[in-house]
């Protein structure tokens, strides 16, 4: 079907606002083929988009965030040279770097379900299937959105990160999700607001470095089987 086929690229790694502004480009690109097809009652096929990218270490707050969950200042980020961004993703304060896959799925939901709840749960799902192929053991949490491990509260970390943005069922953001990640950038931030939960990665549970290239395979994989699409290279 033209309308589950999705486009994938790998941008490696890339400044977190040039990403930001592509991702905008091509969201407000399949709105503006919505709103012709509505207003012509013409029938253009919508395009969908899966993004790969690494940022260079960065800090962005959700627009429901509370700036003081951000842990330093403008000096201490020069420090660290990362940047900060208040963006216009739901959730909270979360951090981006070298070893963390971001996923930027721009999708037409009309092309498959009109849910933002079973959409978020489907982006939970392509990571714990992916985390399960390499043994570890993930799960969801009630009430927090995200990727855990984990079999009690005392011991919940989070492994994946999620913020998205949609309009008229076209979806920006995404996830992130800690692979080789320098887990101490989190320790400036109250990661997602949650002050009482740890951050991990793939790298600090199997206790050494994962091949990221393979762990992206495995992530496109499972979006093609839990969103039932054709991923195609553009």
């Not at 790998?10 to 480009?25: E, F, M, P, R, S």
């Not at 919508?46 to 003081?68: A, M, R, S």
């Not at 799902?125 to 927090?144: Q, S």
Request: net charge negative.
């Amino acid at each position: 079907m033209q309308d589950r086929i999705v486009k994938f690229r790998d941008l490696g790694i890339v400044d977190y606002k040039a990403t930001w502004d592509y991702q905008t480009q091509i969201f407000e690109e399949i709105i503006a083929t919505k709103v012709r097809n509505r207003e012509t009652a013409a029938t253009e096929n919508t395009d969908n988009f899966l993004v790969f990218c690494e940022h260079p270490h960065v800090y962005t707050l959700g627009k429901t965030g509370k700036k003081e969950n951000l842990l330093i200042n403008s000096d201490e980020l020069y420090k660290k040279s990362a940047s900060y961004y208040e963006i216009n993703r739901g959730g909270d304060i979360t951090y981006h770097g070298p070893g963390q896959l971001v996923v930027y799925p721009i999708l037409d939901l009309d092309n498959f379900f009109t849910d933002i709840h079973k959409y978020m749960r489907f982006l939970e799902e392509i990571v714990i299937r992916t985390c399960n192929d390499f043994g570890i053991k993930a799960n969801r949490v009630a009430g927090l959105t995200g990727v855990w491990l984990g079999d009690n509260e005392k011991e919940y970390r989070k492994i994946c990160a999620m913020g998205v943005k949609t309009s008229r069922w076209v979806t920006m953001h995404g996830l992130a999700f800690n692979i080789n990640t320098d887990l101490d950038f989190f320790n400036s931030i109250i990661p997602c607001g949650i002050s009482d939960k740890a951050v991990t990665s793939m790298e600090n549970e199997l206790g050494a470095k994962q091949d990221i290239e393979l762990v992206k395979a495995r992530i496109k994989g499972h979006f093609k089987e839990v969103f039932d699409c054709d991923v195609i290279n553009d």
